[in-house]
């Protein structure tokens, strides 16, 4: 049972940056592919940014070139950067695992965290 906890979730003003971390309970090497989701008040769950075992990159519409995703293998830890944010990406935020698809949402993947709160306003 892999286990997933996500942290570094605030409240910033439109136009700043926020690192999200998920720590994964063991080493995922390349076993796994990874991915950050977003549910926002009111609207579906949306792919933030992913990565399959392979490497390979998967991108959501909503954050495309102001996010950023880093895997460090030695804290078992995957990171999600955000910049310019806007008041569009307050949601909560979760870190999925799954070994052998990016699905659409998080709880169509193995396994994911309980999530951590972004709010964007001024």
């Known amino acids: 049972q892999l286990r997933l906890m996500e942290s570094g979730g605030d409240s910033v003003q439109p136009g700043g940056s926020l690192k999200l971390s998920c720590v994964v309970s063991?080493?995922?090497?390349?076993?796994?592919?990874m991915a950050w989701y977003r549910q926002r008040p009111g609207n579906g769950c949306e792919l933030v940014l992913g990565f399959d075992s392979a490497g390979t990159l998967y991108t959501g519409d909503s954050v495309k070139g102001r996010a950023t995703i880093s895997q460090d293998n030695a804290k078992n830890t995957v990171l999600l950067q955000m910049n310019s944010l806007k008041s569009e990406d307050t949601a909560v935020y979760y870190c999925a695992a799954d070994s052998g698809v990016i699905a659409a949402c998080y709880y169509n993947m193995m396994y994911w965290g309980k999530g951590t709160e972004v709010i964007i306003s001024s």
């Open positions: 063991e080493t995922t090497g390349r076993d796994y592919h």
